[in-house]
């Protein structure tokens, strides 16, 4: 299976500040028909996770302009240009390249 | 407005067994693939399960290969996970989620499932 590794998984951040997460994946995510199947969800307290970022770079419909996603092949970046008190919450990556999909652990971001 | 409402979560015995249901509207549901995704208390997100629109690609966890079972009734809108031979770590809610690009876009508000004795 593909071990999907983010960093950090704690990151205390000052609101108005840049954020910035880390995802790496043990194998290429390169997929044969030329995509690369790497997502970002975020998981605010008490609700079901939500899909911010799709094949790396693209947002979803919602998601603020505040998040970008970036990366190739095994090494992947979600940032947030500016935090805002609704940020805060659980982020997880997840390649979905490879069967069976698999999540990284999770990069809980607090206000400091 | 795309909505995906799973049930049968409740507590059952180590080696029991348990059916969950996803029923969805607001979407063409039979035309496309989807996701069950499990959270332990307190962790991560662990994917479960996936089906294509006619239920002939079907994808599995190792950890539940051989116990979970994936189906789909088009007809009926809803995704199903049947459950066997139970363990404590089984233990957590259970989303179902439309997939979209690849990965889980859409989900539902999850159903606890607890195994204990």
């Known amino acids: 299976d593909v071990v999907m590794t983010q960093s950090p998984l704690s990151l205390p951040v000052t609101l108005g500040q840049p954020a910035s997460i880390s995802c790496r994946s043990s194998?290429?995510?390169?997929?044969?028909?030329?995509?690369?199947?790497l997502n970002w969800f975020q998981q605010r307290p008490g609700q079901s996770p939500r899909r911010l970022i799709y094949r790396v770079s693209n947002r979803d419909s919602g998601v603020p302009d505040r998040f970008s996603g970036s990366g190739s092949g095994t090494d992947f970046t979600l940032k947030i240009s500016r935090v805002e008190a609704e940020d805060i919450g659980v982020y997880y990556c997840m390649q979905g390249s490879h069967w069976p999909y698999t999540f990284g652990q999770g990069t809980k971001l607090e206000i400091k | 407005e795309v909505q995906l409402m799973e049930s049968g979560g409740v507590l059952v015995q180590p080696g029991g067994s348990l059916r969950l249901s996803c029923a969805a509207s607001?979407?063409?549901?039979?035309?496309?693939?989807m996701n069950w995704v499990r959270q332990t208390p307190g962790k991560g997100l662990v994917w479960v399960s996936i089906?294509?629109?006619?239920?002939?690609?079907?994808g599995y966890a190792d950890s539940v290969k051989g116990r979970f079972t994936i189906s789909r009734d088009n007809a009926m809108n809803t995704v199903y996970l049947q459950m066997n031979s139970l363990r404590v770590d089984d233990t957590g809610v259970y989303y179902c989620a439309r997939d979209i690009a690849g990965s889980p876009e859409n989900w539902g508000q999850g159903t606890l499932v607890t195994v204990s004795s």
């Open positions: 607001g979407f063409s549901f039979s035309t496309y693939w």
């Open positions: 089906i294509n629109p006619d239920g002939t690609k079907i």
């Open positions: 194998q290429s995510l390169v997929y044969s028909d030329g995509n690369t199947y």
